[in-house]
């Protein structure tokens, strides 16, 4: 059975093997802070999926006011599941809780941004009912001039 449940910094190990696996190396020590940082922070969340005492997965989502629509925006911004769990219906829960949570908060659309390489995520999301409205654009900023 499948557990979604708020991320604790307890987990901050875990979460840092998955995001190791997603491509974006972290040390504990530094997913602990991130966690602290995000639960500071009230239009925020961080949920993980527990599977018999096991962290399998996590996502975290923003919200934030815009000032294209009335109503806030809501992001996905991390979905991972361990890659011996996927197909498991694991993210498709985990993705699920986050809308819920948007959705209770006044968001009337999630958006998710998932880099161009990862065709596979690309179909999940379009599995459970994202379209592809536009491209993703980044600049990496350096040091202030």
Known sequence: MTVIRDALEEDAATLAQLLGQLGYPARADEMGA???ALR???QALA????QQGDVVGLVTCHMFPSIHASAPVAWLTTLIVDRH???LGIGRRL???AEVWARERGAQ???VSSGAQRDDAHAFYGRIGYAQ???RLTKVLG???
Do not use: D, I, K, N
């Open 34 to 36: 991130r966690l602290v």
């Open 40 to 42: 500071q922070y009230p």
């Open 47 to 50: 949920f993980v999926a527990e």
């Open 85 to 87: 769990h996927c197909g």
């Open 95 to 97: 993705c699920r809780a």
């Open 109 to 111: 659309r999630v958006s």
């Open 133 to 135: 409205t536009g491209m």
């Open 143 to 145: 040091e202030p001039e």
